[in-house]
Nanobody, 120 residues
């Protein structure tokens, strides 16, 4: 079983930056691609970015390309989401997830979520 704990959310002005962290633990967490998702009020949860532990291959949703960067530190068992040039529409609860594959539709585990609020 994989356990995930997010941190790093907060309030930031438009144009600012935040870095989210997702610490993973469990016997086989490196077997799972890791994804960041977000859910804004009244909207469905959506994929933001993903990464593979071993190869480091990355995936991004179109609206965040060039602004967000996903990375991982294998020594620290942590996945990061660096968010730059934040916009009010990025406001959401952000979750990390261990996915069974890179279709990002079936999940082994979710974190508890961290709130990101971008003021205009």
């Amino acid at each position: 079983q994989v356990q995930l704990v997010e941190s790093g959310g907060g309030l930031v002005q438009a144009g600012g930056s935040l870095r989210l962290s997702c610490a993973a633990s469990g016997r086989t967490f490196t077997a799972y691609p890791m994804g960041w998702f977000r859910q804004a009020p009244g909207k469905e949860r959506e994929f933001v970015a993903g990464i593979k532990w071993i190869s480091g291959g990355t995936y991004y949703e179109d609206s965040v390309k060039g602004r967000f960067t996903i990375s991982r530190d294998n020594a620290k068992n942590t996945v990061y989401l660096q968010m730059n040039t934040l916009k009010p529409e990025d406001t959401a609860v952000y979750y990390c997830a261990a996915s069974y594959d890179t279709t990002w539709r079936r999940f082994a585990s979710w974190g508890q979520g961290t709130q990101v609020t971008v003021s205009s």
